[in-house]
């Protein structure tokens, strides 16, 4: 098992610029979730995908969208980005379906975004 | 608002010491608690999930504790290693989503040799 993989580990983009993250959930797992982390902060949650649509959506502008592909996996999308869009970008996968209990949540290794 | 404290914010400790990590959430109706490690400029590693019935979980020399009453949990790691360096973050999800993780600002813990 795998685990959760994002791709790419790292990426370096201008301000106004548009970028796409990656993430493969844990084999079995049907919902991902997208954290933003900057740097000595925890994790601040972007929005959550179940059965290729937004279940839930943190407090993030517009400029962040993203998408669930029938496989479960996922892509984060950043529009017009800013400085203080650099951070680190994390997955995380877990199998809740519709149910609305929770289960343990699994992370990839981050991708970290650097906008200059 | 579900808000999430974690103290202290650093640690630094001798190699073979016990030591005890705090965690505090405002909002007692949650789902369950979960406890991660996190090395520099990596992800997140599961290391213990409480659920709300249970009071605490054990894995290796981890033992992580929940008093949902007073909003507390503890993080308890036996006889330290170097090999425990890193920051390590409790999460707890919203009652009213069904995955949304509120985390602490987590403790930077250093094991010195």
Sequence with gaps: ?116 | KQEVTQIPAALSVPEGENLVLNCSFTDSAIYNLQWFRQDPGKGLTSLLLIQSSQREQTSGRLNASLDKSSGRSTLYIAASQPGDSATYLCAVPRMDSSYKLIFGSGTRLLVRP
Excluded: M
């Excluded at chain 1, 079995?28 to 900057?38: E, I, L, N, P």
């Excluded at chain 1, 517009?62 to 980005?81: I, K, M």
């Design chain 1, 1 to 116: 098992d795998a685990g959760v993989t994002q791709s790419p580990t790292h990426l370096i983009k201008t301000r106004g610029q548009q970028v796409t993250l990656r993430c493969s959930p844990k084999s079995g797992h049907d919902t991902v979730s997208w954290y933003q982390q900057a740097l000595g902060q925890g994790p601040q949650f972007i929005f959550q995908y179940y059965e290729e649509e937004e279940r839930q959506r943190g407090n993030f502008p517009d400029r962040f969208s993203g998408h669930q592909f029938p496989n479960y996996s996922s892509e984060l999308n950043v529009n017009a980005l800013l400085l203080g869009d650099s951070a680190l970008y994390l997955c995380a996968s877990s199998l809740v379906g519709a149910r609305r209990s929770n289960t343990e949540a699994f992370f990839g290794q981050g991708t970290r975004l650097t906008v200059v």
